[in-house]
Nanobody
Framework: QVQLVESGGGLVQPGGSLRLSCAAS????????MNWVRQAPGKGLEWVSS????????YYAESVEGRFTISRDNAKNTLYLQMDSLKPEDTAVYYC???????????????WGQGTQVTVSS
């Protein structure tokens, strides 16, 4: 069965950094486009970034472009999200996900893990 286990979240001050990890299993990770999505309190599931199976295609939501970096290590079945210059509006539960379909930035369907909480606050 598919398992996606996020880690690395925490409390950070505005302007700070965090690196999220997602350990994947139960599917052929190296052949799948992977995504990071997030859910802020009281909000829907927002798409953040995606990366193709071989890392040749990378996309970001405008809200995070230039601040976040998605990457993957297929040998380790691990997806990463390096988050720099964090803002309070980045506060959310962050999920890694496969098979994501969205309308605009709103995620409609997909498979994701339990999430990891990121809180940006002074």
């Amino acid at each position: 069965q598919v398992q996606l286990v996020e880690s690395g979240g925490g409390l950070v001050q505005p302007g700070g950094s965090l690196r999220l990890s997602c350990a994947a299993s139960g599917f052929t990770f190296s052949t799948y486009t992977m995504n990071w999505v997030r859910q802020a309190p009281g909000k829907g599931l927002e798409w953040v970034s995606s990366i193709s199976s071989g890392s040749r295609r990378i996309y970001y939501a405008e809200s995070v472009e230039g601040r976040f970096t998605i990457s993957r290590d297929n040998a380790k079945n691990t997806l990463y999200l390096q988050m720099d210059s964090l803002k309070p509006e980045d506060t959310a539960v962050y999920y890694c996900a496969k098979d994501v379909r969205r309308t605009g930035l709103t995620v409609v369907t997909g498979t994701w893990g339990q999430g990891t909480q990121v809180t940006v606050s002074s």
